[in-house]
C-alpha cells in the first residue's frame, strides 16, 4: 500500500481514500463534524482542516485543507497539530458556537458530544458574540427521536442519513444562511425504522433518542460490547448500562454485519433486559398446585432420583428449545439427550422468514426472523420444520420427561396440554411462561446481557455475547444448568466456563470444526462449513 | 479620447438592428457556424485556447483550457451550460446581451456546444429576468423553425437542443456546482471539488459551465482574422473587449464594451462621465459586490485581470461600482454583508454563521455602539470566512469587509468618536 506522512508518522492508504479517512482508520484523531464514512463527503462543518506541507510533489497546498475531502497521495505530508492548523479549527469552533445555547447541563448529548470536546480544545472560553442567538421551537418529529433546533451546527449527517442511507427522504434542510435548519417535510412525522441512528450520528444534542432522555448522564453509562438477540441478523452493540440498570443499546460498527446502523426494534430490546416482574428469581419445585423455593441442590437432586426412578427409553424424553438460546446450550441439550438417553429428540421452532432484498443495505438488517440463534440450531442438527410436523408426531406418544429451554411453541397450546401430561417437565428460561406454568421443576436462567454465549447470525458468522449487567443472585446461566444436570445424572459434562463449551462442541459438531473461543474477537467469524437455510425467502422491498 | 471597441456590441449599437433572426443574419450572422461545423472540435478549442480568452463570469479562468480538460471518450453524455444566472450585485451585462441580441448568445453556445461535444445544452438563467427569458425563448424557437436548432443544422451531421431553465432566486446557483445541482432539481449547494464539473458535472456527466458573455465572443473569436484581432484589444494575458457594467454616482451609467488596456480613471471621467453633481470621488468597488474596495487615489490603473490582482482586488465580472464623497461607506458595507448574509447557502460554518454576524456588528456602527474593539472583531471576523470555505461566496463576504474597514476606518470610527 502506498503512504503518506501525518505528523511525520506513516499512513498506509488505498488509492482514492481520504486523507481524514486513512488518519481515523490508522487510530489518528483529527476533529471533524459532517464526515461520516458511511455517507457522502460534504466538506461543511470546516473543521477537519489540516495543512498540507507536501502535496506529494514537493510543493504544498495553497491554503488549509479539509481532510475529509482531499485525496491522500503517495509521498504527501500532513500536519495537524501546528499552530496553524489550531487557529483554523479555533475559528471554526467559534463560529459554531455563536449560535449553540450551550445548554450542555440539562442536554442529553453531554458527555458524547463533540461539539463539547472540541469545544474544550479549542474554545476560548468567553464569547465576543454580543447579540441574541437563533431560536427556533420545539418540533416533535416522530416517536423514537427528539429534535432540538436550537443546538444543531448544520452537519447535514441527519439529512443525508434520510437520503442516502434509508432512502426515505423525509428529513431535509431548510432555509439558507444563518437560519438554515433540520426539519421533517411538511410537518409530517418520521416513518423510517431506524431514526435511532440519527441520534448516534448527530454530532451534538440536536436529535437525541426520546427512549434515553433524562435518564442518566452519559458518563455514568458502563459499556459492553455485545449482539442484538432482536432478530436473526445479530447486530453488532454496546449494552450501556450504570447500577446493574441497562438504559440503551447502541449500534457497534462491524462492516461484516451491520456497518454502523441498526434499528429502532433493536434498540428498545434493551427493556426486556430490565425486566423484573416476570424474572424466576429461584429455582421452583412443584408441590401440589403450587411451585415452591427449593435450592439448586434440592433440584437437581429431585431431577436425578426421578429420571433414575423412571428410566425413560430413547423415544420417551423430548426436549424442546427455542432459537433464543446461544450455540453452547443448544449443544449441551443435545448433548445432554444423546449421552444420556440415547435419544435425539431435541425440537426447535423454524418457521419460514423472509429476507428483504433493497438497494438500501440499512433495510436488509430487519429480517421476520425475530430469534438470534435458527442458524446456530441448523449448524447443530437440531430437529425441526415449518409445520412442526416431528414435535407433533413424537408428542403424542406416551412421554415420561421434558425438558424445556426457553420459551418455544408459545402458540401452540395443544403441545402445553401434552407435555403437562408427561411424568417430569423440566423448565429452564430466565422468565415465568406457559412453560415454567406447568413444568415440575423450573431452574432461573439468565438474559444474554448477564452470560457469556455464541450466536450464529443470518450470515452464519458467529458472534458472542458477553456479561454486562450482574445476574439475579440466584439465577445460573442455562449453559452452567445444563452442565450440572449432566453431572448431577453421572455424565462426564465438567464444563467449567463457555470456552470449554465450544471447545467440545467444535470437536463434536462439522459447521464449528477448527473454531475456538478466543478466536471470534469483536468481528464475528464464519462458520467453518456453512449451508444453506431452505426456510428463507428473499422479498423485494415494497415502497 | 476613450471610445468604445465594438465586439459583442456591433449589432446593439445600430439603432437600426432588430433583434430577429433575420435581422441577425443580415448582420453576418451565423457565418462563423458555418466555418466551425467544417472544423474539428479539436480545432475549436485550440482556436479558443489561441485567443487567450479568459471566462467573463468572474474568476477569468480560460475558456480553451476549461473546454480542453472536458473528458473525452467517455460512455456519458457531455454538457455545455450557459452560465446567464447574472446575479452578483452592480452586474448587468449578460441581460444586455440576452435582451437585445440573443442571437448572437445562442450562436456563440451552439460553437461553445459543437466544441465540447454537447448535445443538448442547457441556459441556466436567472429567474428574475423575465424578458430575458422571454427574448431567449423567443429566439430559441426562431431558430428551431429555421432549422439551426435539432437535427442536422446546415447539413452538419451535429444535432443540439437547448433549454432555458429559469433559477429560483439563490445568489448561491451562480456558482457552478450550486447551479448543476440547482439544474438537477435539487437544493442549490457548491459540491466538494474535486471532481470538477468537467470530469462529473451535470448528473455526473463530463460538463463545462460559461458564462454568456464569454460565449457570445465565440463567433468573433472563431470569425475569420479573430484570433489575432482579438488578442490586439489589450495586453498580453487579458486579451479582448469586455463588457463593463458601470454604475453608481456617475453622470453616464450603463453597460460599456471596453478594451482591457483603458485605465480606470478614463472609464469614470470619460466613458462615464465624472461623478455625479461635480462632487470628487471617493471610492470604487472594481468588480462586483465581492471584489475589494479601491480608494480614488488609487484608480490610476488598467482596468483588466492582471492589473487588478497585483493591487490585491479583482476585475470579477466587470462591475464597477462608484461612490462619490458624501457616500456612508458604513452603510454601503452593511447594504453588501446583508446581501452575502442573506444568500449565503449556509452550509460551511464560517460564511453561515460569519455573514450574520459581521451584519450584525456593523448595524451595531450605525446604531452608535461601535468601538475600536468592535472594529478590529469586524476586521477578525471577515477574515475568518477568507478562504475558509467550500466555495468563494465566502471570499466574497470577507473582502469587502477586510477592504473597507483597512482602507475607511475614519468613516467607521466617526460612528463612535463623537460621542
Given amino acids: 500500500m502506498p503512504v503518506f506522512h501525518i505528523d511525520d508518522q506513516p499512513v498506509e492508504f488505498e488509492p482514492g481514500e481520504k486523507i481524514l479517512s486513512a488518519a481515523l482508520r490508522n487510530g489518528k484523531k483529527i476533529p471533524h463534524y459532517c464526515y461520516h464514512p458511511g455517507m457522502s463527503i460534504v466538506a461543511t462543518c470546516r473543521m477537519c482542516v489540516v495543512e498540507i506541507v507536501d502535496l506529494g510533489n514537493g510543493r504544498p497546498a495553497p491554503k488549509l485543507q479539509t481532510a475529509c475531502s482531499v485525496d491522500a497521495a503517495d509521498g504527501m505530508k500532513v500536519e495537524t497539530m501546528n499552530k496553524k492548523v489550531e487557529e483554523g479549527r479555533k475559528l471554526v469552533n467559534e463560529f459554531l458556537l455563536i449560535n449553540h445555547p450551550l445548554d450542555c447541563p440539562i442536554c442529553d448529548q453531554s458527555g458524547e458530544c463533540t461539539l463539547q470536546d472540541y469545544s474544550f480544545e479549542y474554545g476560548s472560553g468567553k464569547s465576543e458574540m454580543d447579540y441574541s442567538k437563533r431560536v427556533y421551537g420545539w418540533r416533535n418529529i416522530g416517536t423514537f427521536v427528539s429534535l432540538e433546533r436550537n443546538r444543531c451546527i448544520q452537519c447535514s449527517r441527519c439529512d443525508r442519513f434520510t437520503r442516502e442511507i434509508t432512502g426515505t427522504n423525509e428529513f431535509g434542510m431548510f432555509n439558507r444562511g444563518h437560519e438554515l435548519t433540520v426539519d421533517t417535510y411538511t410537518d409530517r412525522p418520521m416513518t423510517n425504522k431506524f431514526q435511532g441512528n440519527m441520534a448516534d450520528i448527530c454530532p451534538v444534542g440536536a436529535i437525541t433518542e426520546k427512549e434515553f432522555r433524562f435518564k442518566r448522564r452519559v458518563w455514568k453509562l458502563k459499556k459492553n460490547r455485545s449482539i442484538c438477540t432482536g432478530c436473526s441478523t445479530g447486530c453488532n452493540v454496546t449494552i450501556e448500562h450504570d447500577r446493574n440498570e441497562v438504559f440503551r443499546l447502541k449500534p457497534h460498527e462491524n462492516q461484516n454485519v451491520n456497518k454502523w446502523w441498526m434499528c429502532d426494534e433493536g434498540r428498545l430490546s434493551y427493556r426486556i433486559m430490565n425486566e423484573r416482574k416476570t424474572r424466576i428469581n429461584s429455582p421452583l419445585g412443584r408441590v401440589g398446585q403450587n411451585l415452591q423455593d427449593i435450592s439448586w441442590e434440592e433440584a437437581y437432586r429431585a431431577i436425578a432420583e426421578r429420571i433414575i426412578e423412571m428410566a425413560p427409553k430413547e423415544n420417551e424424553v423430548i426436549a424442546l428449545t427455542d432459537t433464543h438460546a446461544s450455540n453452547e446450550e443448544l449443544f449441551l441439550l443435545k448433548k445432554l439427550l444423546k449421552d444420556g438417553f440415547l435419544s435425539d429428540n431435541v425440537f426447535c421452532p423454524l418457521p419460514k422468514w423472509e ?18 440463534n435458527r442458524a446456530g440450531a441448523l449448524a447443530l442438527k437440531i430437529k425441526g420444520d415449518a409445520k412442526n410436523v416431528g414435535v407433533k408426531n413424537l408428542i403424542d406418544r406416551k412421554l415420561k420427561m421434558a425438558i424445556i429451554l426457553g420459551c418455544p411453541f408459545e402458540k401452540e397450546n395443544d403441545f402445553h396440554q401434552k407435555i403437562k401430561q408427561t411424568q417430569l417437565v423440566i423448565h429452564i428460561g430466565a422468565y415465568h411462561n406457559c412453560w415454567s406454568d406447568i413444568a415440575d421443576v423450573v431452574l432461573p436462567g439468565q438474559n444474554y446481557s448477564e452470560k457469556k454465549g455464541t450466536f450464529t447470525n443470518k450470515l452464519q458468522q458467529v458472534q458472542t455475547t458477553d456479561i454486562a449487567v450482574q445476574a439475579l443472585r440466584r439465577s445460573r446461566p442455562e449453559w452452567q444448568i445444563l452442565a450440572e444436570l449432566g453431572q448431577a445424572l453421572g455424565y462426564k459434562f465438567d464444563f467449567n466456563n463457555v470456552n470449554q463449551v465450544f471447545g467440545a462442541m467444535s470437536e463434536e459438531i462439522k459447521a464449528f470444526s477448527g473454531l475456538s473461543f478466543d478466536q471470534i474477537g469483536d468481528k464475528g467469524i464464519k462458520l467453518t462449513k456453512t449451508f444453506k437455510d431452505n426456510g428463507m425467502k428473499l422479498v423485494k422491498e415494497t415502497t | 479620447m476613450v471610445e468604445e471597441t465594438l465586439v459583442l456590441f456591433k449589432n446593439i449599437r445600430k439603432p437600426e438592428y432588430s433583434k430577429t433572426l433575420e435581422g441577425y443574419k443580415k448582420a453576418g450572422g451565423f457565418q462563423t457556424l458555418k466555418k466551425v461545423f467544417g472544423m474539428k472540435p479539436e480545432k475549436v478549442i485550440q482556436t479558443v485556447k489561441d485567443s487567450g480568452i479568459r471566462g467573463r463570469g468572474g474568476a477569468g479562468f480560460p475558456t480553451g483550457l476549461k473546454w480542453s480538460f472536458m473528458q473525452k471518450g467517455s460512455s456519458k453524455p457531455s454538457y455545455l451550460i450557459a452560465n446567464a444566472d447574472e446575479s452578483e450585485p452592480g452586474t448587468c451585462k449578460d441581460r444586455e446581451l440576452m435582451l437585445k441580441d440573443p442571437h448572437l448568445f445562442l450562436e456563440g453556445m451552439m460553437i461553445g456546444c459543437y466544441a465540447v461535444g454537447c448535445h443538448h445544452g442547457y441556459i441556466y438563467i436567472r429567474g428574475e429576468y423575465f424578458p430575458a427569458i422571454k427574448s431567449l425563448n423567443t429566439a430559441i424557437e426562431e431558430l428551431y423553425a429555421d432549422g439551426l436548432l435539432g437535427q442536422d443544422p446546415m447539413g452538419s451531421d451535429f444535432h443540439l437542443d437547448l433549454t432555458v431553465h429559469s433559477g429560483a432566486g439563490a445568489y448561491i446557483c451562480g456558482e457552478e456546482s450550486a447551479l448543476l445541482d440547482s439544474l438537477e432539481g435539487k437544493r442549490g449547494q457548491p459540491r466538494v471539488k474535486p471532481p470538477f464539473p468537467a470530469i462529473s458535472g451535470f448528473n455526473g456527466c463530463p460538463t463545462s459551465v460559461n458564462n454568456v458573455e464569454t460565449l457570445a465572443y465565440m463567433p468573433f473569436i472563431l470569425g475569420d482574422g479573430g484570433v489575432d484581432a482579438f488578442k490586439s484589444f489589450g495586453p498580453e494575458n487579458n486579451s479582448g473587449t469586455h463588457l463593463v457594467s458601470l454604475s453608481g454616482h456617475i453622470n453616464n451609467p450603463g453597460v460599456y464594451e471596453l478594451r482591457m488596456d483603458v485605465s480606470m480613471r478614463d472609464i469614470i471621467y470619460e466613458i462615464g462621465g465624472g461623478i455625479r453633481n461635480g462632487k470628487k470621488l471617493k471610492g470604487v468597488i472594481p468588480g462586483g459586490s465581492s471584489s475589494s474596495v479601491m480608494t480614488a487615489d488609487e484608480v490610476d490603473v488598467l482596468y483588466n485581470f492582471d492589473e487588478l490582482a497585483n493591487i490585491d482586488t479583482m476585475l470579477g465580472s466587470s462591475a464597477m461600482m462608484v461612490f462619490d464623497e458624501d457616500t456612508d461607506v458604513v452603510k454601503l ?87
Fill in chain 1, 355 to 372: 429476507q428483504i432484498e433493497s438497494e438500501f443495505f440499512i433495510n436488509t438488517l430487519i429480517t421476520t426472523d425475530k430469534s438470534p
Fill in chain 2, 333 to 419: 458595507l452593511l447594504r453588501i454583508t446583508k446581501f452575502y448574509a442573506h444568500e449565503s447557502c449556509g452550509q460551511c460554518t464560517p460564511c453561515r454563521e460569519g455573514t450574520h454576524w459581521s451584519r450584525n456588528i456593523i448595524r451595531d456602527f450605525l446604531k452608535g455602539n461601535g468601538s475600536d474593539e468592535k472594529l478590529k472583531r469586524l476586521d477578525r471576523v471577515g477574515g475568518n470566512m477568507l478562504g475558509t470555505t467550500l466555495c468563494a461566496l465566502g471570499d466574497a463576504a470577507a473582502l469587502p469587509i477586510q477592504s473597507f474597514v483597512k482602507k475607511f476606518p475614519n468613516d467607521f470610527r466617526k460612528y463612535y468618536a463623537k460621542k
